[in-house]
């Protein structure tokens, strides 16, 4: 008996009357009611979001910007929604009415824009007030469990888009601000380069300044060391003009003896006018001396004028101004009186010169007139007095010139270091000025200067600053499509899990013959594994054709189909033929441990860790990947692998399958009356 003999009385058997033939004709239809009508009924759910009815609340009473501008985001938002057309909008009137319809079932969600949802939205504008609007959703479970999961998908995305939009009109006010800011501190650098540079201009000035001030500390110096001398002169002009008077005092005594002491006279005449020309020379020294100082004083003060005029520190009337001073002050100085007063004695001593000349001429004639020498020599001791009292008094003067010259000398040095300290602090401020100038001009460098199209760029960036770009290397399309390798493959076992309702897997004719093991479990096979190829191919048809899959690969996903439901067939077959009854309830489980475990919905990776070893083992989780590679497109390198893979199950399945024909070449009472039979 050869294997296609059995394989054929097997399929005569089944296709033997009208019945057997309409029951291979359901079991063939099998994979299509579970897989294509299912995939049919889920090919596209998101396009069918707009017949469901939705409760979209607008409360927003609006607000105003920080530019003055009118917000409506609420109604912005609801319009948006209705125009977008992914749920069907229902307008309601209060939140109350639209939470009473979600939990009765009149809507299947609710969404509410609050009436501060525009007035949050501007909110930061201010620092003090920022708060966060708010999107109220109403959902009701009992109404569709994955609703509220679409529905958080949609607030979210509304959310998303909101905040971009208000974000980055918030962004381009703040980069606008930035640009005031650049646009200030520019001109703050430009307003500080100028102090910087009148401050240069000013530190330059008092440099002049100090230079000036030093040479009059120098002229009034040199004025008061000929206070000094002249001081001196005075003293000394004091002392002669009491010695004279002492002397004249003497002379008046002795006129008694005058007559027998002419020759004594008239020596002593010439003397004392040697002596008051010596004196009125050192007077007229003198007077000429305070004469030099006063004009050298003054032409010190013209010459520091005229180099100050000539360095642009002073102006000519400013000059004028202090030169006029100068001479009001040296007019009512000590030391112009103390001049005065010695040019007058300087008089008084030249009359006096002359008068002691004339004494010396008439020394002669003196014996002949005694008595009017005497009473001229009363009047020379007279005039010797005063003399001597003018020579103090010029002494005096002398001292309080002396004293002025020093206050002078002692201010003008004063008045140096004061120059000196202004023409340092000048300095400082001046690079300090420029430090500033730089320093500003560096932060308004620092600081954002956007134009309109750079504030619009950023305004978008800062407002969404994460962008996904997405690249599908495979994609399914739709939901049915993402579905369909799952259900397919499920699709497959469950057909041939019902072959083994109707269809023998060993057949009692073919253990009583003498045929080989290896044929009687290869003829037992292979009527299953030509019904599932019909199975296969059908739904592979119905799928391409009718629901339009599209598969990327439209003939390798047959093929490999084909290798899944010979797989399936040969494991299905062998499990029950080597178990018999109890082995389709360990299909069963096989069904359901494989439904929990191949990863056709959520990836398998996210259940627990002992299904992961049975994701390893068993064949669906393997048909599942390859199908999705060969629907999407995707890398097809794993293909040949699941294929051989496929082809070990089957061999397994064949394995167990003469297992089960060596055991049941032997009969027991089981085999004639088993314990349970399905």
Do not use: C
Not at 27 to 41: K, R, W
Not at 508 to 536: E, H, M, T, Y
Not at 595 to 610: A, K, M, N, R
Request: glycine residues 10%; hydrophobic residues 45%.
């Amino acid at each position: 008996m050869t294997v296609l003999r059995l394989a054929r009385s097997e399929l005569k058997r089944m296709t033997g009357g009208l019945l057997p033939k309409l029951t291979i004709l359901a079991l063939t239809m099998v994979p299509l009611l579970y897989g294509a009508v299912y995939l049919y009924a889920n090919w596209d759910p998101y396009g069918n979001l707009d017949q469901i009815d939705a409760a979209l609340v607008v409360e927003d009473a609006g607000a105003t910007a920080s530019d003055g501008t009118g917000l409506q985001a609420g109604t912005k938002v609801a319009d948006s929604l209705v125009e977008g057309n992914v749920f069907h909008w229902i307008p309601v009137s209060s939140g109350q009415e639209a939470d009473a319809g979600v939990s009765s079932g009149k809507y299947a969600f609710a969404l509410k824009i609050p009436e501060d949802f525009s007035a949050h939205l501007v909110s930061p504008g201010s620092f003090d007030s920022a708060s966060q609007a708010m999107l109220n959703v109403t959902t009701n479970d009992a109404n569709n469990y994955l609703l509220s999961t679409i529905v958080d998908k949609l607030t979210t995305s509304v959310h998303s888009t909101v905040a971009a939009d208000v974000g980055e009109e918030t962004a381009n006010q703040l980069l606008t601000g930035f640009g005031t800011i650049h646009t200030q501190m520019v001109k703050a650098a430009d307003g500080a380069g100028q102090v910087a540079d009148g401050v240069a201009a000013l530190r330059d000035g008092t440099a002049t300044l100090h230079e000036g001030t030093t040479g009059l500390a120098s002229g009034a110096d040199e004025l008061y060391a000929g206070q000094l001398k002249l001081r001196d002169g005075a003293n000394q002009l004091t002392d002669g003009a009491g010695q004279l008077s002492s002397g004249l005092s003497v002379l008046k005594d002795k006129t008694a003896t005058l007559p027998s002491d002419t020759q004594t006279l008239a020596a002593g005449a010439a003397q004392v006018a040697a002596g008051n020309a010596q004196l009125n020379t050192k007077v007229q020294d003198v007077a000429a001396q305070l004469e030099a100082a006063d004009q050298g004083l003054r032409t010190r003060v013209v010459e520091s004028n005229n180099r100050l005029i000539a360095s642009g520190v002073l102006t000519q009337a400013q000059a004028d101004s202090i030169l006029a001073d100068f001479d009001a002050v040296a007019a009512s100085n000590p030391v112009t009186a103390a001049k005065a007063k010695v040019q007058t004695d300087a008089a008084q001593i030249q009359q006096l010169a002359d008068g002691s000349e004339a004494v010396s001429v008439g020394a002669a004639q003196l014996a002949a007139a005694t008595p009017a020498l005497k009473e001229a020599i009363g009047q020379a001791s007279g005039g010797a007095d005063q003399l001597h009292t003018g020579a103090a008094a010029l002494a005096t003067g002398e001292q309080a010139a002396v004293d002025g010259a020093a206050a002078l000398d002692q201010g003008a040095h004063k008045v140096d270091d004061g120059a000196a300290q202004l023409e340092q602090g000048a300095g400082t401020a001046a690079d300090g000025s420029r430090t500033l100038a730089d320093e500003i001009g560096k932060g308004a460098g620092q600081v954002p200067n956007p134009d309109d199209e750079q504030k619009s760029n950023l305004s978008r960036v800062i407002a969404d600053p994460v962008a996904v770009s997405n690249v599908s290397q495979a994609k399914a399309g739709s939901y049915g499509a993402g579905l369909a390798p799952f259900f397919l493959t499920l699709a497959l076992w469950i057909g041939v899990f019902m072959l083994v309702q109707a269809m023998r897997p060993l057949t009692q004719r073919a253990l009583a013959s003498n045929a080989g093991s290896w044929k009687i479990a290869l003829g037992g096979w292979l009527p299953f594994f030509a019904v599932s190829v019909v199975q296969a191919t059908l739904l592979t048809l119905v799928v391409n054709l009718a629901l339009g899959l599209h598969a990327a690969h439209p003939v390798l996903m047959w093929l490999f189909m084909l290798a899944a439901a010979m797989a399936f067939s040969a494991i299905i077959q062998g499990i029950v033929a080597l178990l018999g009854s109890p082995g389709k309830l360990v299909v069963l489980i096989l069904l359901v441990l494989q439904l929990v475990s191949s990863g056709g919905t959520f990836p398998w990776q996210t259940t627990p860790q002992p299904l992961h070893v049975v994701h390893e083992i068993l064949p669906m989780g393997y048909v599942v990947t390859g199908m999705r590679h060969l629907i999407y497109g995707a890398d097809l390198s794993m293909i040949l692998p699941t294929v051989l893979g496929l082809l070990g199950y089957t061999a397994l399945g064949l394995a167990m399958s003469t297992l089960a024909v060596r055991k049941g070449k032997f009969w027991t009472l089981k085999t004639l009356q088993p314990e349970i039979a399905v």
